[in-house]
Nanobody
Framework: QVQLVESGGGLVQAGGSLGLSCAASGSIFRINAMGWYRQTPGKQRELVAIVTNGDSTNYADFVKGRFTISRDNAKNIVYLQMNSLQPEDTAVYYC?????????????????WGQGTQVTVSS
């Protein structure tokens, strides 16, 4: 019922910047929160940053001061601006959305994930 399409990512040198975006579409009643997680091989997926419907933000300690999350509520898009990237930021970044959607005149609430986009930071 809801799709998340990510864009951005790629390869950058240490100290550089990259931007990610994620657009949600489908039978959306309300997006309660959108954000980004990341995962490296052999590790659990971890929160990077999240923004709620009320524009409250939460960042992982390891990105505070370097990454900025923002959201376009009208277009259901979330952005992640990543500055001062370091090799340890290398990971697959996943878009996340907590969505209330319509189905057969009922509302449901569930979590959705994007397909993931690779961010690689070279030293």
């Amino acid at each position: 019922q809801v799709q998340l399409v990510e864009s951005g990512g790629g390869l950058v040198q240490a100290g550089g910047s990259l931007g990610l975006s994620c657009a949600a579409s489908g039978s959306i009643f309300r997006i309660n929160a959108m954000g980004w997680y990341r995962q490296t091989p052999g590790k659990q997926r971890e929160l990077v940053a999240i923004v709620t419907n009320g524009d409250s933000t939460n960042y992982a300690d390891f990105v505070k001061g370097r990454f900025t999350i923002s959201r376009d509520n009208a277009k259901n898009i979330v952005y992640l601006q990543m500055n001062s990237l370091q090799p340890e930021d290398t990971a697959v970044y996943y878009c996340y959305a907590d969505v209330t959607y319509f189905s057969s005149s009922y509302r449901y609430r569930t979590n959705y994930w994007g397909q993931g986009t690779q961010v690689t930071v070279s030293s």
